[in-house]
């Protein structure tokens, strides 16, 4: 098991777990088992476990803490929980088999209007890019930037553009996008900047499902083209 390098304190109310700094599935994969763990038995004060693509935030309630331990800091007595857990994980944790989801995408028109741009970057025909980022299999690093945007690594090297030097205004929900090493989703029409290359009419976000946001992090997506330019 890679076991976080560190534990810092975010805030009064929060501690990171810290791994090297690099997008790394071996990482994501550790982050993932640990917060399996941590909620699998969670710690009476914890509120929420957030991963990320090389750390782990763990928020809690300092109050309550306090009043079930008296003598310690929220703070301590929630780290040395977290190496005491470390200490048994780094003993015992089983890979989970990833959940797969399949996203279909129409590619190009006025639902992708940089594709052409992608394929000039990249040296590519708009064919050959939409095969080479349909063919790919992604793996949700983190959810962020908004409610339900999941970071998704995996990405060909071929196909890899960076953001658009003046960002849209508007961008679509759905709407499928490059940016450097990276794909996304946008889950709701707000302002972006990466690569629209397509669009999905699969809902992403909604405020009233368990859990709101579709993806998660650890899944694996493959973009399946339903029309093509």
Same mark, same amino acid.
């Given at each position: 098991?890679?076991?976080?390098?560190?534990?810092?304190?975010?805030?009064?109310?929060?501690?990171?777990? @810290?791994?090297?700094?690099?997008?790394?599935?071996?990482?994501? !994969?550790?982050?993932?088992?640990?917060?399996?763990?941590?909620?699998?038995?969670?710690?009476?004060?914890?509120?929420?476990?957030?991963?990320? $693509? !090389?750390?782990?935030?763990?928020?809690?309630?300092?109050?309550?803490?306090?009043?079930?331990?008296?003598?310690?800091? @929220?703070?301590?007595?929630?780290?040395?929980?977290?190496?005491?857990?470390?200490?048994?994980?780094?003993?015992?944790?089983?890979?989970?088999?990833?959940?797969?989801?399949?996203?279909?995408?129409?590619?190009?028109?006025?639902?992708?209007?940089?594709? !052409?741009?992608?394929?000039?970057?990249?040296?590519?025909?708009?064919?050959?890019?939409?095969?080479?980022?349909?063919?790919?299999? $992604?793996?949700?690093?983190?959810?962020?930037?908004?409610?339900?945007? !999941?970071?998704?690594?995996?990405?060909?090297?071929?196909?890899?553009?960076?953001?658009?030097?003046?960002?849209?205004?508007?961008? @679509?929900?759905?709407?499928?996008?490059?940016?450097?090493?990276?794909?996304?989703?946008?889950?709701?029409?707000?302002?972006?900047?990466?690569?629209?290359?397509?669009?999905?009419?699969?809902?992403?976000?909604?405020?009233?499902?368990?859990?709101?946001?579709?993806?998660?992090?650890?899944?694996?997506?493959?973009?399946?083209?339903?029309?093509?330019?």
């Amino acid at each position: 098991m890679l076991l976080p390098q560190r534990i810092y304190q975010l805030s009064e109310k929060a501690l990171t777990l @810290a791994w090297e700094t690099r997008i790394d599935p071996d990482i994501s !994969a550790q982050v993932r088992r640990v917060q399996r763990e941590i909620l699998a038995q969670p710690f009476p004060g914890l509120t929420e476990v957030v991963p990320a $693509y !090389a750390s782990l935030t763990v928020f809690y309630d300092p109050v309550l803490i306090r009043k079930n331990h008296p003598g310690q800091t @929220a703070t301590s007595w929630v780290e040395n929980w977290l190496r005491q857990q470390m200490h048994t994980l780094a003993q015992d944790l089983a890979a989970v088999k990833p959940r797969r989801v399949d996203i279909p995408v129409c590619y190009g028109g006025d639902l992708g209007p940089d594709l !052409a741009e992608v394929a000039h970057h990249c040296g590519l025909s708009p064919e050959a890019v939409i095969e080479q980022h349909s063919q790919a299999v $992604y793996q949700v690093y983190m959810l962020g930037f908004v409610p339900g945007f !999941a970071y998704m690594g995996g990405l060909p090297e071929s196909l890899h553009t960076p953001r658009k030097m003046t960002p849209r205004a508007q961008v @679509a929900a759905g709407s499928v996008g490059i940016a450097g090493a990276q794909t996304g989703i946008y889950p709701m029409t707000i302002p972006g900047g990466w690569q629209i290359i397509g669009r999905t009419a699969l809902p992403l976000f909604h405020i009233s499902h368990t859990p709101p946001a579709l993806l998660q992090a650890g899944d694996e997506i493959r973009f399946i083209p339903v029309y093509s330019l």
